[in-house]
């Protein structure tokens, strides 16, 4: 008998704007505990929200960006629950008319094209920090009234597989937007994960289990991996699946109980008195519109097109957007849009991969990237001295150029130079030039290592091939 | 000269910025007179007589350089429900004890600006819930005319300070009434603007759709004069209105011809007061006396309007109320984790009354209840702002009683919550559809005790309401009178 997982998310993600959701105070990550708030966030008697007007744009973007259908009249509702995280013990938040309702991502897992269905985006307040000490516990309000995004999607997934792809698709959607930065370990984006399980022939949806508070994309994959194989085996001893909701822990690397659907919050939401609706016309909408970024399908056809790149280079470029801008950057101070492409892709790439860093945090900026590769297209230095360089310049910094000069790598093409270290390498590897002699071509590539080797990595390799190819004859 | 203290603010500000009395001569002869008349009253809760002396010296110092502002110097009582910066806000509960304000409330800020003193804190009923103040935690307000009985509420300190010229004038707040009524058993005038007119921010809210903060005063041009400092729009409250500066004071006239005020048949029950109804029965003839025409209208809403407002009122409340937990601010009760703490905090911090909402409000807004009781309500609210609607296509404004009924005893309406409910069945009509009112007394009872004609007015009417107002005042005397409070007042 087999099973089939229908997977649906609630993507919390965090806006990219200057203020928080209600106040004026920064919505910025990492200052000392409790420096970002005022009576507003705090929740003090007599203060006032009021509309930050960039998050309902960054909202209304990113339905844009899905398809979604904008709703022209909406608003903001309060959701009352106590917790120590909550500076008023509810949340401003949307109910029953959010920004955006429908809409959908196509993404693709393992070649194949597929589309998730968007339900719903709206709008609401982050919660604060709650940080447990020894003996008693603290709330960091910083984070406290910045600006959260819901999407929730349908259960359209169907294993670990599609999800982490699909996460991976919308977060590319968000940093195209410029919607959000998408830092993971800043918590930009959260999400909680519904699951269910049925028989393949089912037709309709199984007990629903909700995973909440997950913060990690690889979290959600491993979730997934043990909770599906749960439900299933629940199932296949003949019991139910009770609706609940559940954590994970991460370490054990299983699921556990959290609270019973008995147990379930009644969040009493009703109107938001202190907000009047938000309303927007088709203008702004228009507007909003014209404004959208090239999405990632659409940059790389372009990068296709426009710089002949094959579909390989443009598809790994575009995967990750300030890859790509700085790709773009780097052909816009003269690179070789292919020369630019190898070097981004082997060499930073992998440097990104290892460190962990975003491609922004290197110390080769795109002018210097394209300055090297310069410096290598009129034959100044050759490849393998241009990697030195790089790894310089990746630690150090600096300019390629200067480094160059002050090391003294400078490519060797000067004939007599070369010449000179072609007559001690021929006279001291006898058995080598027989053997090329004798049509071993091995021999040859031997031949010219050795005279590299002689010139310290500096000599043209382009001329000394020659020069040795006329020496032996 | 005559004493100070029974000036109005208008004749204060004048007396102050003609050199007459100096602002600090003004601010200790009120200081002087709650010294010695509070006791018995009971209307300040803190008084800030070395801040308001400042104040005062400053207020001097700026007259003698030859700057204007049209309050500048006068001292002005404000309601414990409002932040002033560095002073208490307790709201009359013990939950808010120790909490300082760390800003000042919009409306507070435009008295300053316009030169006024904050010169202290006037009682309440906790968190603006209550019509007789009785539901402070803090202490008992007595009505001026009558110490046995009760001020009205839930502005009871505002209007009894007023009355007993502790003040010249001071700032309430209005919910279901909480200005207009006391303003009527106090025998002073309560204006309630029209929902948006007057910036909450820094009011701590208790029904965040009905708030509105207003003026208490003497008479109907120092009430005109105070709105039209603490109006307008201010970005920090987006349900303020975005509208010209009013001139409401210099709009003021003495008769009433060609106006149309309708008389509601719903407002004169059965079971009301035969003193009231007879005292605004005369009003209504008097108004016709100046020129007005009198039109006998319906209003069938008004039934509805006690359970509407104690549906939508106490639906906000329980989420508005749900930020005092112990955690940030205000009084804490230790326990053994964040949530009992939470628990036990609100147990030993808030009154009787104030829970009663909490769970009433919490109950409406239950899953399985909403549709029935908050989503109706929402129904009713709007068909309520329909009838007023309709009224005002044939009225310029309407005449009714404030309250059923004069000031009641201490602890006569106290066991009975519905009975107390009552009070404001003439006033929650207007908060609910977020138009104008304003309470003037318009007589007294065998016993002594005032009576308030209250006018209703459409959305942002406070024109034609204060010219009613004004017009009827000026051809009466009752505003003249004050209180008998022998007690420590010398032969003055």
Known sequence: MSWRADIGLEVHVQLRTRSKMFCACPNAFGAEPNTQVCPVCLGYPGALPVINQEAIRLTVRTGLLIDAHINLRSKFDRKNYFYPDQAKNYQISQYDQPLCVGGHLDFSVNGESRRVGITRIHLEEDVAKNIHFDADSGVDFNRAGTPLMEIVTEPDLHAPEDTLAFLQALKQVLQYGGVSDCNLEQGNIRCDINCSVRRADAVNLGTKIEIKNMNTFRGVFRALQAEIPRQIRELERGRAIVQETRRWDDAAGRTESMRGKEDAHDYRYFPEPDLPPIVLSEETITAWRAELPDLPAARRARFVAAFSLPEYDAGVLVSDKEVADYFEETVAAGAPAKAASNWIMTELLARVSESGESIRDLKVAPAGLAALIQLVENRTINGPTAKEVLATMLVEGGDPGEIVSKRGLAQVSDAGALENFIEQVVASHAKSVADYRAGKQPAFEFLIGQVMRLSRGKANPQLVRELLKAKLG | ?492
């Open chain 2, 1 to 492: 000269m005559s004493e100070p203290t029974t000036w109005t603010l208008a004749e204060s500000a004048r007396r102050v910025r003609e050199g007459a009395i100096s602002s600090l001569e003004l601010t200790d002869a009120y200081l002087d007179r709650i010294d010695r008349l509070d006791r018995a009253i009971g209307a300040y809760l803190t008084v800030d007589a070395d801040g308001a002396r400042a104040q005062a010296r400053a207020a001097d110092e700026r007259r003698s350089r030859g700057e204007r502002a049209p309050l500048l110097g006068v001292p002005v009582g404000i309601k414990d429900v409002l932040n002033v910066s560095g002073w208490p806000c307790t709201c009359g509960s013990r939950i808010l004890e120790g909490y300082r304000a760390p800003f000042d409330a919009t409306a507070v800020e435009r008295l300053r600006a316009a030169g006024a003193i904050p010169l202290g804190i006037l009682n309440m009923d906790e968190f603006a819930m209550g019509s007789s103040t009785e539901n402070s935690s803090r202490q008992l307000t007595r009505n001026p005319w009558d110490l046995e009985r009760v001020p009205g509420g839930s502005s009871g300190g505002s209007a009894a300070a007023v009355a007993a010229d502790l003040c010249p004038a001071a700032l309430g707040t209005d919910t279901g009434g909480s200005i207009r009524q006391p303003a009527a058993l106090c025998g002073c005038v309560g204006l309630k603007p029209t929902y948006g007119r007057v910036s909450r921010y820094g009011l701590v809210a208790y029904a965040s759709s009905l708030d509105q903060i207003g003026p208490l005063t003497k008479d109907v041009r120092d009430a005109a004069l105070l709105h039209d400092v603490i109006s307008g729009r201010d970005p920090r409250d987006s349900t303020s209105l975005d509208l010209p500066p009013t001139s409401l004071a210099s709009g003021l006239g003495r008769e009433l011809t060609g106006m149309r005020l309708g008389l509601p048949a719903e407002y004169f029950i059965d079971g009301m007061d035969p003193e009231v109804e007879t005292a605004v029965r005369a009003a209504v003839e008097q108004c016709k006396a100046l020129g007005a025409e009198i039109v006998p209208i319906s209003l069938p809403q008004t039934r509805y309007a006690i359970a509407t407002y104690y549906i939508v009122a106490t639906a906000e409340a329980s989420a508005n109320l749900a930020r005092f937990d112990g955690v940030r601010y205000g009084r804490r009760v230790p326990g053994e984790d964040p949530i009992d703490m939470v628990e036990r905090t609100r147990a030993a911090g808030f009154g009787p009354e104030v829970k009663r909402r909490i769970i009433l409000g919490t109950y409406v807004l239950s899953s399985g209840y909403y549709d029935a009781y908050y989503l109706r309500a929402l129904k009713v609210r709007r068909w309520i702002r329909a009838g007023f609607d309709e009224a005002f296509r044939s009225c310029d404004a309407l005449l009714t009683p404030t309250s059923p009924s004069p000031a009641f005893r201490f602890g006569e309406r106290t066991g009975d919550p519905l009975q107390m409910y009552l009070s404001d069945i003439f006033t929650v009509t207007v908060n609910l559809a977020g138009i104008c009112g304003v309470s003037l007394p318009c007589g007294f009872t065998k016993a002594g005790l005032p009576i308030g004609l209250q006018v209703i007015g459409p959305a942002l009417g406070e024109a034609a309401i204060l010219r009613v107002a004004h017009a009827y005042e000026q051809s009466t005397e009752w505003h003249t009178r004050r209180p008998n409070l022998a007690v420590g007042e010398g032969a003055a």
